[in-house]
Nanobody, 122 residues
């Protein structure tokens, strides 16, 4: 089992920045690819970006250039840095884990956090 806990969400004005954290415990964190997803009210959960166990990153087009994902295996933590936030970024953000390789398909992730709310005001 891998337990994931997100933090860092909150209310921010458009154009602002937030850094979300996902702390992991359980199995060897370095073996896991970590994905970030979000779910806005009334919408399906969508892929935001991810980082593989070898530190390769991949981002959805909607956030590319505004978001950066990084990890520190010694701290069992992955971060999602979000800049130039827009009202359409408002959502509950989730981190998820699966072995080694990023995928955009949420059903291929084995472990999920509880989510953290991000609200961007205009």
């Amino acid at each position: 089992q891998v337990q994931l806990v997100e933090s860092g969400g909150g209310l921010v004005q458009a154009g602002g920045s937030l850094r979300l954290s996902c702390a992991a415990s359980g199995r060897t964190f370095s073996n896991y690819a970590m994905g970030w997803f979000r779910q806005a009210p009334g919408k399906e959960r969508e892929f935001v970006g991810g980082i593989s166990s070898s530190d390769s990153t991949y981002y959805a087009d909607s956030v590319k250039g505004r978001c950066t994902i990084s990890r520190d295996n010694a701290k069992n933590t992955v971060w999602l840095q979000m800049n130039n936030l827009k009202p359409e970024d408002t959502a509950v953000y989730y981190c998820a884990a699966r072995l080694f390789i990023i995928t955009t398909r949420q059903h291929q992730y084995n472990f999920w956090g509880q989510g953290t709310q991000v609200t961007v005001s205009s």
